[in-house]
């Protein structure tokens, strides 16, 4: 069983930065891909990026493209996101979730493991 543990969200201002951490345990998740989605009031959950076991690919929703970034630590059994050029359309709730098939899919549905989520928020 993988428990995941985000941190990191925060109160900040528009164009600020913020870097979100997801910490595995349990077992290692270097052999997962790894995902971040959001989820605002009154809204579906989203995707926002995902990468691979390895960290040699990722992907991005276009909402987020050039402004996040998701990197990993197998080392530490760790999951990043760094978002820059933060706004306020960006404030939610992040979860991040572990994918054991490897898939690195944009669908919620495809993620066995989930974190209890981080709240960001984003003034303008």
């Known amino acids: 069983q993988v428990q995941l543990v985000e941190s990191g969200g925060g109160l900040v201002q528009a164009g600020a930065s913020l870097k979100l951490t997801c910490a595995a345990s349990?077992?290692?998740?270097?052999?997962?891909?790894m995902g971040w989605f959001r989820q605002a009031p009154g809204t579906e959950r989203e995707f926002v990026a995902a990468?691979?076991?390895?960290?040699?690919?990722?992907y991005y929703a276009d909402s987020v493209k050039g402004r996040f970034t998701i990197s990993r630590s197998n080392a530490k059994n760790t999951v990043y996101l760094q978002m820059n050029s933060l706004k306020p359309e960006d404030t939610a709730v992040y979860y991040c979730?572990?994918?054991?098939?490897?898939?690195?899919?944009?669908?919620?549905?495809?993620?066995?493991?989930w974190g209890q989520g981080t709240q960001v928020t984003v003034s303008s």
């Open positions: 979730a572990a994918d054991p098939a490897g898939d690195m899919s944009s669908w919620s549905i495809a993620y066995d493991y």
């Open positions: 990468i691979s076991w390895s960290g040699g690919a990722t």
């Open positions: 349990g077992r290692t998740v270097s052999d997962y891909a």
